[in-house]
């Protein structure tokens, strides 16, 4: 199923991690999520704005690779 990667990559200005939930990689928008909370603690929100960017970038380019078609492999080819 196609996926929105700009709509992947908006999500995470709602909520960080959001827009790989929305890609299907749950754990990984999980992750973002509690590292962009940690981030926000420990450099009092600057750390939060990194993360949040760094997840755009990275939940359109994730969503961009996952609608390019795949490469077809010959499983009977010999050598």
């Given at each position: 199923?196609?996926?929105?990667?700009?709509?992947?990559?908006?999500?995470?200005?709602?909520?960080?991690?959001m827009g790989h939930v929305y890609?299907?990689?749950?754990?990984?928008?999980?992750?973002?999520?509690?590292?962009?909370?940690?981030?926000?603690?420990?450099?009092?929100?600057?750390?939060?704005?990194?993360?949040?960017?760094?997840?755009?970038?990275?939940?359109?380019?994730t969503g961009t690779k996952m609608?390019?078609?795949?490469?077809?492999?010959s499983a009977n080819a010999t050598?």
């Amino acid at each position: 199923m196609r996926k929105d990667p700009t709509l992947a990559c908006l999500l995470n200005l709602f909520l960080v991690g959001m827009g790989h939930v929305y890609l299907g990689q749950v754990a990984k928008g999980l992750f973002i999520l509690i590292i962009g909370i940690v981030a926000g603690i420990l450099t009092q929100g600057i750390g939060t704005l990194l993360v949040v960017a760094w997840a755009m970038y990275d939940a359109y380019k994730t969503g961009t690779k996952m609608n390019q078609p795949r490469k077809k492999t010959s499983a009977n080819a010999t050598s």
